[in-house]
């Protein structure tokens, strides 16, 4: 048997020593699993399983009539939960292992009372402890299915977490639904409507007992550049020159934490949203309303820093919110490159480096 290096702990120097019992017991249930056998091909794998052999004929037609019994079932490897000893890399906590873009429809409560059923995303997560090799990802799966029927919000969230934090025996943990919301718009002038679709997710996350509610926004809207409008009139005023100022579509992404049991609802946070900024992009429109946005913009263009700190107002007046924060970007046309700006308030939202693809994760093509 292969010695295995170990370094001494009081020295430091390497030794070889014999694997543990548990090392040699591993490693021997892989061999057998795998019927691997170096020096005979037709030797059985263990003593204890005298049926399996390397090089036999496999069945290549898929048996459909095959039943699972309990104890088949207790035969089946189960490599991720295996021992310590199977652990690669470094054995060190890991603070978040789980599933992402799991699909399903789901039931959400709105500002209305009238449920909507929305198709949404999840992503589940929990930490994992140096000493353990893996999780059963799909236990985060079944345990979110015991409450898929129930209209969710933030408070529904936090059962299902629960949940899935007992059934994988782990004490931190994370959800996140991310879905798409209607909003039902009416035109500026013409009085036609049609629906706004807003990117929403709602986050929770629990750590060491502690439990936080996150709520995300994506708001879609024109910014026009207060610069580029003054030229243009100078260029009216002083030489009778017809000129546009550049305006393009903007996103600003609102993240904040829910303060206790309060109610957020999607509706609340666009129309904070529309209430600090208002030119929000249009759904349907006539010749009266396409006017009517051009004047929308001329009476309140804004740089990328304007749009962080107008919606910055708005959430601080919210009681019912804590921290935040703002991401904006003005996806320009007068520049190949866009204006960014970050706004943030309070510890939950506060980072030294951001992910590389925050700001190009801003961009909606409708």
């Given at each position: 048997?292969?010695?295995i290096?170990?370094?001494d ?7 070889e020593s014999a694997?543990?019992p ?6 021997r249930?892989?061999l057998?699993?795998?019927?691997i056998v ?5 030797a059985?794998?263990?003593n204890a ?10 069945n ?13 079932k207790a035969?089946?490897p ?9 652990i ?6 890991i ?46 799966m ?14 529904e969230?936090?059962r ?8 994988l ?7 996140q639904?991310k879905?798409r ?16 679709y807003?990117?929403v997710?709602?986050?929770?996350v ?14 879609v809207?024109?910014s026009?550049?207060?610069c580029s409008?003054?030229?243009s ?11 546009t ?16 049991d309060?109610?957020i ?5 666009a ?16 010749r009266?309303d ?5 004047e929308?913009?001329g009476?309140?263009?804004i740089?990328v ?8 107002d708005?959430?601080e007046?919210?009681?019912r ?8 970007s003005?996806?320009?046309s007068?520049?190949?490159?866009d ?7 309070g ?13 190009s ?6």
């Open positions: 048997m292969n010695m290096v170990r370094a702990s009081l020295t430091g120097a390497e030794t694997p543990t548990e090392e040699v017991k591993a490693a249930e892989i057998r699993r795998y019927e170096c020096s005979d091909p037709t059985p794998v263990d399983d005298q049926t399996h052999h390397v090089g036999v004929d496999l290549r037609t898929y048996p459909q009539s095959f039943v699972v019994d309990a104890a088949y035969s089946l189960d490599l991720q939960n295996g021992p310590e000893s199977l690669k890399g470094a054995k060190r906590d603070q978040h292992v789980g599933i992402s873009n799991f699909r399903l429809p789901l039931t959400y409560k709105t500002r209305s009372g009238a449920p909507i059923s929305l198709e949404t995303s999840v992503t589940g997560s929990v930490s994992l402890e140096a000493t353990k090799k893996g999780i059963n990802m799909s236990r985060i079944r345990s979110f299915y015991k409450h898929a029927g129930e209209p969710f919000d933030l408070e969230m936090g299902v977490l629960e949940t899935y934090l007992s059934d025996e782990s004490l931190d943990a994370r959800l639904l879905f919301f209607p909003i039902m718009k009416r035109s500026l002038r013409s009085n036609l409507e049609g629906y706004q807003y990117d997710a709602l986050e929770v629990q750590s060491s007992r502690d439990i936080t509610h996150i709520f995300h926004l994506d708001y809207y024109s026009t550049c207060p409008l003054e030229l009139e100078h260029a009216r005023q002083e030489r009778g020159q017809i000129a100022p550049h305006s393009q579509r903007s996103v600003a992404r609102v993240s904040a934490v829910v303060n206790g309060q109610d609802w999607v509706e609340d946070m129309d904070l949203c529309v209430a600090a900024i208002p030119t929000e992009t249009q759904v349907m429109v006539k009266e396409e006017q009517a946005f051009a929308l913009n009476s309140n263009p740089f820093e304007d749009a962080v700190r107008l919606i910055c708005g959430l007046s919210d009681e919110l804590g921290d935040f924060r703002v991401v904006a003005h996806q320009e007068l520049h190949s490159h204006a960014v700006s970050i706004l943030t308030s510890p939950t939202f506060q980072q030294t480096s951001h992910d590389p693809g925050l700001f994760s801003l961009y909606h093509t409708g």
